[in-house]
DNA sequence: CTGAAAGCGCTAACAA
DNA sequence: TTGTTAGCGCTTTCAG
């Protein structure tokens, strides 16, 4: 790799005229500007990261914290993350906290050894339970910006990105009831996250503005992963003509099973699921969506965090961004 | 954070006693030794990384390039090895090709320009069909070892860990034709990759010692996003007592394809998958499946590259490790 | 056994 | 307009 000393001996320069001329300091002559940057072209310079790390204090590194990597919305929202950031010239450091909080304490640390700019983070599942924000809460004295999405905690005064999940959800619940069902079931396997308590006040909200709020019926769960006995006596204990799963599993394994064991009463069910588009054709009739809009939120959630990385003036007020999911019948 | 600096102020001692105490010098007492650890405890010292990094040209850190994370098996694999870096010390920085030879390409030098110790990667699609292989062929010259896994190319002079696919669809296929079965068909969603082919021979080894090779029945696309439409035309057309799918996707499809459709034949059909336990639970009946064991590989991938990263001695034997999938039927 | 000093590659006063 | 220099935090050689 080429440096700046060797750059400079080339060129029969210092070491800090190259240095500024590639920085495009006011100081520096046009055609000396043109040669540095010329040679550097040629020879790929590329300043070294760690060097200017050690002078500098940051990074141009971002870190994101994922409660769940094989969640394929999570991965939605790191690509619109990655994207953006490449475009904008940071790299990008991924962690997983796989929903523990221990995990994400220790992911907190290692990004701020690596003197990242800032953190976009979804909390973990157990960090919520246990309302232990410290470590979030402290990078503020070592200033790096910090962006929530998705699960987001209001006690957290930071920037944050969410789908307006309640909105989301009425919105749906509505379409169905306009399509003329009215007996409609809720399945959750988020177990007692607030985007399921949002979730599920926007589908009673719609059943009360239409007036058939007795027609609740909850199906709700932790993790779907062995609830195929739940999902099958649910079905048989109960009628409704349509329902929708407010996570990304939930929808899939209801539909299965219904069309496997009650495939007569299955033909009059509408569904509709908050899945990925893609996994929308993992079933056969494909299922009804909502879609979250990863991508989206990732390059918001960035572009949020930029902003705060790049501004001088410390801007006080906190952005809370909320995006209203599309809806889509099959 | 503390630095070896206000250690040495705090304990009267100079700043090079105090780096050689850390790192357990032989020319260090023993009191000294444990005066400054001590501090540092308290202090919770930890080296800054970029005067490290600027320093001895290495970062304690390592590379992963997956081609895509929405792959459950790729984001277990990766589960795998941050595990063992985690343990081991070391930082992990994770690239997503999205099956993509530039992509690849800047990941490469990213990581480069990060200093890793090594890389462990599993290489795009565009990559293998273009055979150019020369952003990982130049890694050596930069003393960054390589470690590939899964999407394994022969061209590459380096350690890899890969499930036996041929042998893996063998067992498989054995295993369906000794409960009775067959006219089993295979599905691929996995167009050309090296991976289809080493498991469709398995399958179609198997058939041949069992003198059935007329009934090789192949329904092979490149991604299943959009071949409903295929499946259902593949499924009136064929007969068929067992399916086997070779991809993290299309059993699942096939299955609820065929549910919906043709009931009555689905009845006598027998399934199996290569996908993740999890998704298994998704279809009703669950799936029966191939267990790629991600974890393992990550952390037999991790353990490879550490002994390179370790030795001093080059050993020049390349290590190819192959895992024989196992198989469950529910 | 301990310390002084050089240097990794870079930036940014300050001097010329 | 360009160059000199100090210093970021660390390791390591060499001197004491």
Redesign the pocket.
Known sequence: ????????KS?????????????D?????????RRVKELAETLD????????G????HSKSIGVILPDIQNPYFAEVLYGIEKAALEAGFDTLICVSNESYQQEVKSVRMLTENLVDGIIISIAKETLNLKDFQHLTNLKAKKIHLVQFDRVSPDLACDSVQIDDQESVKNATNQLIKSGKNKIALVSGLGSLNVAKNRIQGYKAALKENGISKNIKLLEVDGVDKTHVQFKNFIKQNTFDAVISIDNKSGIIFQNIMQHYFPERFKKVKIISFIHEKDALLTSPPLNFINQRGAEIGILSFNLLKQRITEKEKNKTIRKEKIIASINFQ
């Open positions: 790799m080429a440096t700046l000393k060797e750059l400079a060129l029969n320069v210092s070491i800090s005229t190259v240095s500024k001329a590639l920085n300091a006011e100081d520096i002559g046009e055609e000396t500007k310079y590329k300043p070294n990261k760690f060097a200017l050690l002078k500098t204090k």
